[in-house]
């Protein structure tokens, strides 16, 4: 008996859980798959067969694809410098690489757009120094996205990653070095492997954040970039189709479930490390 | 000029104070030198020094007459074996092993070769395609062994390798390990702070204290004859008496009893010093020579033999006595410093 007491504690969180997520997630995918013909799966395949839809789609996982790779490379030196920090310095350091964290994500994307824009300072720079004639169309493009995409998860990189370097022994460089590696090779054969885990929790955290980010496609993709979280707004809001609705965000759940799988495949291949069969 | 030579290192890693201070070394070709002393003494220092990770702020690091001082680690090709084995724990052994020959571009069936055969030197066999999370503590410390010397380094560094075994694989592994420095004739430095570990396994030892060597001698010299309080402390001696020079074999104690002692020293106020074991306990009318009286007043237990501390006029005497005749506290006994026994430092 006592046993199976301990089974109530489960009980309020399951209660939140199903009120809150199971049952709004019901209610989403239910109407998109039970038409007046039956269970069918048409209203995703004639989302696909429009080329807007799909266009829209690719470009969500473009903007998501680069601003990991990106975030990844920024990342991963400046973690591991982070990582061989002395301990004071790099509590401030890691302050500072969070600190974007702190604002408003429209702030954020309001500061983009008066650096990015027509008349913001990019712009005025080169113009000035005359490298080019006119302004460059920089605000309103993927580019403008993927930017204020990187400054947005970047820090969630950055804190993931330092994290895991943390734990890499220093006498593993040592040890590489001994053996005849420079500093470069040393890092690539030895800490960027075993830094893996961390990129690949580092790049579902940004995938995923910026396969559903809306704030800052919306401000700095404008109307013509729509990715598939805006193109959910615009939907319900401005349309008011709610099954169209629900079938993009199901396609958004989907994509984003298998990009974790896909990444944690990856991983597993790549870690070898023999640790399950120890 | 000898093959390796430490020579006037100073180290210091504020400016201030020295780790290292005017070090000397020097090594013969195929010698197993041991770097022995208590912690924080620059043991670590010194090897951190001649790997390559430490520049010293003062000195010449002189190996087969070639300056590596400033040379980069990576270019020094030494074998390292770090305390925590340091193995890249997503590399299997074979890859561990293969590390460095792979950087020296060795062919790819020269590799197969030469990680065959030195694993099956180092007793790994079979264990090829493990990882470092599956082999036990023994089998790492082997394979950390197998790669510092599959690349044919021109020194072999090994910092406190067996401090992280039991008792017993500690005892196998350095008879394995002087036993493969002596079939590879490899120049070795081992850094410890067991004595009994660094006296059965070097050719020399190099006893440290306060960032310079206190004595570097073979390791019978060291336990027969420390030259220093330090050395002689360090390797088991107590009983440290002070004495007044009478003659080259007599000195005299603080209440005017004489000692004699077979190896004179040339200090005028030297200390005589004796291991507790070599200390006799004799019957009161016994004529022997250096006889001291005193009462016991503590008794310790040691397994093969009690230690006793007794109360002299000379101060606290630390003396080991048989288990067949058993000493009671407050019991009055005489014992005898024999007169070989004695070390004045």
Same mark, same amino acid.
């Given at each position: 008996m006592k046993n199976q007491?301990?089974?109530? +504690?489960l009980v309020p969180g399951i209660i939140l859980l199903a009120v809150f997520l199971v049952m709004p997630l019901l209610s989403i995918f239910l109407p998109t798959i039970f038409t007046e013909a039956g269970v069918t799966l048409d209203s995703y395949i004639q989302f696909f067969q429009d080329p807007l839809n799909v266009r829209i789609f690719i470009r969500t996982l473009r903007v998501a694809l680069i601003t990991t790779i990106i975030c990844v490379f920024l990342a991963v030196p400046a973690a591991y410098y982070m990582s061989r920090c002395k301990q004071s310095v790099k509590g401030i350091l890691m302050t500072i690489s969070i600190?974007? $964290? +702190? &604002?408003n994500s429209v702030i954020r994307s309001f500061a983009w757009i008066t650096i $990015?824009?027509?008349?913001g300072i990019i712009n005025q720079i080169l113009t000035s120094i005359g490298i080019v004639e006119e302004p460059i169309q920089? $605000?309103? &493009?993927e580019f403008a996205i993927v930017i204020g995409s990187v400054y947005l998860f970047l820090p969630l990189m950055l804190t993931t990653l330092a994290g895991v370097m943390d734990n890499i022994e220093n006498d593993m460089m040592e040890a590489a070095e001994s053996l005849g590696a420079n500093r470069l090779v040393a890092f690539l054969k030895v800490i960027l492997p075993l830094s893996l885990p961390g990129i690949i929790v580092g790049s579902t955290l940004v995938f995923t954040g910026t396969l559903s980010a809306y704030t800052t496609p919306q401000l700095l993709g404008?109307?013509?970039? &729509?990715v598939m979280a805006t193109f959910i707004y615009e939907k319900s809001m401005? +349309?008011?189709?709610w099954e169209g609705t629900s079938v993009i965000a199901v396609i958004m759940i989907i994509t984003t479930v298998i990009a974790m799988k896909v990444l944690n495949t990856i991983a597993n291949r790549l870690d070898k490390r023999g640790g399950d069969n120890a | 000029m000898a093959f390796f030579n430490l020579q006037d290192i100073n180290v210091s890693y504020d400016k201030?104070?020295?780790?290292?201070?005017?070090l000397n070394l020097e090594i013969e070709k195929g010698e197993l030198v041991s770097l022995l002393g208590?912690?924080?003494?620059g043991k670590t220092t010194t090897l951190r020094v001649v790997a390559g990770f430490i520049e010293p702020t003062h000195g010449q690091f002189i190996l087969d007459d070639t300056?590596?001082?400033?040379?980069p680690v990576h270019k020094r090709n030494f074998g390292l074996v770090f305390q925590s084995y340091?193995? %890249?724990?997503?590399?299997?052994v074979f890859d561990n092993v293969a590390f460095g020959l792979k950087l020296q571009k060795v062919s790819k069936e020269e590799i197969k070769k030469r990680v065959e055969n030195i694993l099956e030197v180092c007793d790994l066999?079979? %264990? /090829?395609?493990? %990882?470092?999370?599956?082999?036990s503590g023994g089998q790492r410390q082997r394979v950390a062994l197998a790669r510092a010397l599959v690349v044919e380094p021109k020194l072999l560094l090994l910092d /406190?390798?067996?401090?992280?075994?039991d008792a017993k694989l500690r005892i196998n592994m350095r008879v394995e390990i002087k036993r493969l420095q002596r079939k590879l004739g490899i120049t070795t430095i081992f850094v410890t702070h067991d004595q009994e570990e660094c006296f059965s396994i070097s050719d020399k030892v190099a006893v440290m204290n306060g960032g310079v060597i206190e004595q570097y001698d073979t390791p019978e010299n060291i336990y027969r004859t420390p030259k220093t309080e330090f050395v002689a402390r360090f390797i088991g001696f107590e009983n440290f008496i002070d004495l007044k020079r009478k003659d080259a074999h007599t000195y005299i104690a603080s209440d005017g009893s004489e000692f004699v002692v077979d190896n004179g020293c040339d200090k005028e106020d030297p200390k005589g010093t004796i291991r507790p074991e070599d200390i006799q306990i004799v019957s009161s009318q016994d004529n022997v020579e250096n006889k001291i009286t005193g009462k016991v007043i503590v008794r310790t237990f040691l397994g093969k033999s009690y230690q006793y501390e007794l109360d002299t006029p000379l101060g606290v005497i630390v003396v080991n006595g048989s288990s067949d005749h058993v000493l009671q506290a407050q019991d009055t006994v005489c014992v005898s410093l024999p007169k070989g026994k004695i070390v004045l430092v």
């Open positions: 007491m301990k089974y109530l +504690l600190f974007p $964290l +702190l &604002t $990015l824009g027509r008349n920089m $605000l309103y &493009t404008g109307n013509s970039n &729509t401005s +349309l008011g189709d | 201030k104070n020295n780790i290292l201070e005017g208590p912690s924080g003494c300056d590596m001082t400033k040379v340091a193995l %890249f724990p997503h590399l299997s066999k079979g %264990f /090829e395609k493990r %990882f470092p999370k599956q082999l /406190e390798p067996l401090s992280n075994l």
